[in-house]
């Protein structure tokens, strides 16, 4: 059986744990924690990187930080994860759902000035399969109605986005919106041992509260720092740091990013290779990674003409031996949600949900098995 993921060691992990266990010192915020974090600042060129517990911590931080009143409405896509839409719904914001763009599922920035009131605070681009969103567009508008951009980075780790407006530049996702999450769950490129996120904070006005948020509202780190002579209860918060052994482990798959990429996207582009006759005969659509965006080979995904044809084609390769699976439902529609939706229909996100299907895609995943994969799928469009 190939299964769908696989988290894969680099093999300095349990050295690092051990370090951080000897060293006894295991509570958040230690050597490993700040290691992680000025790597994240120094690569990326974030302004502040805080890890957290998960991706979906993160979120909740920057929700809180964009200090959401009762009505405030926050734009964010449906065909994504349950945390991008729960982190501001708990803070009392109205989510607004907006639709996908027919050539990826990312949002589609066409449609969301349409969904601007003179409530709306706050768009949540969701970078699908580590595939920048048309974030020119998204903070063109942002700055026209004085909206926050949180861009939910979770898949897109040491991704990018090429600007075209003014001087072309090459942005890390992540760097762009005024706040970030990324997700260090084991389904993510790279892992914190199986649960792990990371805050990051752009700009310098949210840099102070997001430290105290952090330490459970607590000034903390200014204390730490000798910035004031003592410490205590300034805000809001909750403890969003991650353990000490975390961070190890995170470290260890840090120090290994180079390496880990480069293999997944030699497997990735091995399946787009193959693949590409059968999407050429009209079989399905590959992904499709605009001009503006580069490819972090956090997933391969097919396209399938309908839902029946995705259910049918999931049962086959399960009977061959390949654990290929579907990915979200649309929120909009969802058990929790549909009561709540203003009734617009998504017809992008429905598509999605009912017709993309992933296959496996993970470090220790071979050449050999990607191929013996495609062969699968050329033998049952025969
Ligand atoms: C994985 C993921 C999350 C949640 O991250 P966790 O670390 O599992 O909490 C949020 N949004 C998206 C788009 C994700 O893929």
Known sequence: ?????????????????YEAVYAGKLSGNGKFTKACQAWFE????????????????????????????PGDEVIVPSYTFVSTALAFLREGAKVVFADSMQRNPNIDAQTIEALITPHTKVIVPVHYAGVACDMDAIMALAEKYNLLVVEDAAQAIDSYYKSNTGKSTIRPLGSIGHLAAFSFHETKNITAGGEGGLLVVNDERFVRRAEILWEKGTNRAEFFRGEVNKYGWVDMGSSFLPSEVNAAFLYAQL???????????????????????????GCFTMPDIPEYATNNAHMF??????????????????????GAVFHYLSLHSSEYYHAKH???????????????????????????QVDSICDLLKTYYQ
């Open 342 to 368: 203003d009734g617009r229909a998504l017809p992008q996100c429905d598509r999605y949900a009912d017709c993309l299907v992933r296959l496996p895609l993970f470090f220790d995943l071979t050449i050999e």
């Open 301 to 322: 995904y097919l396209v399938l003409p309908d839902l029946e044809q995705r259910t049918a084609l999931i049962k086959y390769l399960k009977e061959n031996g390949v």
């Open 42 to 69: 120094q690569h990326y060129g974030f302004r502040k990187a805080l890890l957290t517990t998960s991706g979906t911590d993160a979120l909740e931080m920057c929700a809180m930080l964009c200090d959401l009143k």
């Open 1 to 17: 059986m190939i299964n769908f993921n696989q988290p894969h060691l680099t093999g300095k992990e349990a050295h690092y744990m």
């Open 255 to 281: 120090e290994n990013l180079d390496a880990i990429q480069a293999k997944r996207k030699a497997l990735w582009n091995r399946y787009y290779q193959h693949l590409k006759p059968l999407a050429d005969k």
